[in-house]
């Protein structure tokens, strides 16, 4: 039997590069599918930055963290591209809210404490927010953004440099496992691979229906905003920030691009079943929830949406994501559904299917994120 490569790699977005790149890094034969192009806005890995933190998230996914740092440094080492941005990071809320109260929790969890900020330093270093007379304020060295597109393209370029074979336009529309190898077909070709690692993302429910009863999926509305002043939101003078105001949790990253800022809503999302149900279209509720909130606590901002981002997202109904095989496919690996926080881990997720395509400990225990858990809830 003539294989195309060792291991296959359906769907090359956040989790599929990192895979292809930890695999040609070993030096295992790889071949990478995409249906649309290397670093596409179709997916989830899009909107220019994303928060880049630890401490925010659940247990569970600790882990999983614990090597990302290092691997997206690597990364930046073998693609000659900054990929990962430390400008520190704010959180702030009510003492009483659900944000501020995980928040120290988590960091006490890791070992250390809560770093405060008091109001009159908030007015001198970072006088861009305005507070409410009860917010508390922590700040954490440790966060900053990672840049998704560029990472995408790095991880799948670099790879690619190494010996892995990417093929772009080209959508797998069947999985097939057979007696000791797989076999991938598209609408005229059909491949074989040893083993295979499915990393979708919203279209794994259209490719292996057998995952979940329904798809679970999450359209993203991205918002950028003018600024008054370039040098304010630059990311030494304006760091990632995560707050609760009028209730509502919101997020903001520095400028990118000149003149801009993205601040968008974080919570809930309108939830359909299949990515072509995806409305591209932001509405104009969505866009005047956030403006409001702009107007009243970042007065530097003008809060005028000038551009949107509409976006796909996995969730799965426990909102852990999806790591390992399923019965039926033994020589398939699946990575999905991570709930709006994959490009956190996006490199370490890669070294772990990276490991568990060639058979190799990973180390990490995976059984809280088994694909097949919903398999019999109707």
């Known amino acids: ?6 291991v296959g790699v359906v769907g090359t977005g956040t989790m599929g590069s990192m895979t292809l790149w930890q695999l040609a890094r070993r030096g295992v034969s790889a071949i990478g599918f995409e ?13 220019e930055t994303r928060q880049y933190r630890a401490e925010q998230l ?4 600790m882990p999983i963290m614990a090597t990302a740092t290092g691997l997206y440094q690597q990364l930046e080492a073998d693609s000659g591209m900054r990929l990962l941005h430390f400008t520190g990071g704010l959180t702030i809320g009510p003492p009483d809210s659900e944000l501020i109260t995980v928040f120290a929790e988590h960091v006490r969890a890791a070992g250390d404490e809560p770093v405060a900020i008091s109001h009159a330093d908030m007015a001198m270093r970072y006088p861009q927010h305005r507070l409410a007379d009860d917010d508390v304020i922590f700040w954490h060295a440790g ?3 990672v840049r998704p597109e560029l990472a995408i393209v790095a991880a799948g370029t670099t790879a690619e440099r190494l010996g892995a074979r990417i093929v772009t336009g080209t959508e797998i529309t069947r999985v097939e496992q057979r007696s000791g190898y797989v076999a991938l077909h598209s609408a005229d070709c059909r491949w074989l691979v040893r083993r295979d690692v499915v990393t979708t993302g919203p279209w794994t429910w259209n490719l ?35 707050r609760v105001a009028d209730g509502i949790t919101i997020y903001g990253m520095p400028q990118i691009a000149s003149g801009t800022v993205r601040i968008g809503l974080v919570g809930p999302r309108i939830k359909f079943a299949m990515p072509d149900q995806l409305e591209r279209v932001a509405k104009p509720h969505e866009i005047a929830s956030i403006a409001g909130l702009v107007a009243r606590w970042l ?14 997202d996995a969730y799965t109904p426990d909102g852990q994501p999806l790591i390992g095989t399923l019965p039926s496919y033994q020589d398939v690996v699946i990575a999905a559904a991570f709930c709006g926080r994959g490009f956190k881990m996006a490199p370490a997720v890669g070294a772990i299917l990276a490991d568990l395509a060639t058979n190799e400990p990973s180390g990490i225990r995976l059984t809280r994120w088994a694909p097949d858990r919903f398999r019999n809830e109707s």
Not at 220 to 238: C, G, K, M, Q
């Open 1 to 6: 039997m003539d294989l195309d490569a060792e």
């Open 35 to 47: 249906q649309f192009a290397l670093g596409h806005d179709r997916g989830a890995g899009a909107g």
């Open 58 to 61: 659940e247990p569970e996914v």
């Open 143 to 145: 966060y900053g953004f």
């Open 208 to 242: 292996l229906p057998e995952l979940l009863p329904s798809g679970d999926l999450g359209r993203l509305v991205l918002t950028w905003f003018p600024v008054v002043d370039d040098e304010s939101f630059a990311p030494a003078r304006f760091p990632t920030f995560t």
């Open 299 to 312: 007065p530097s901002v003008i809060p005028s949406v000038i551009r949107t981002g509409i976006h796909l």
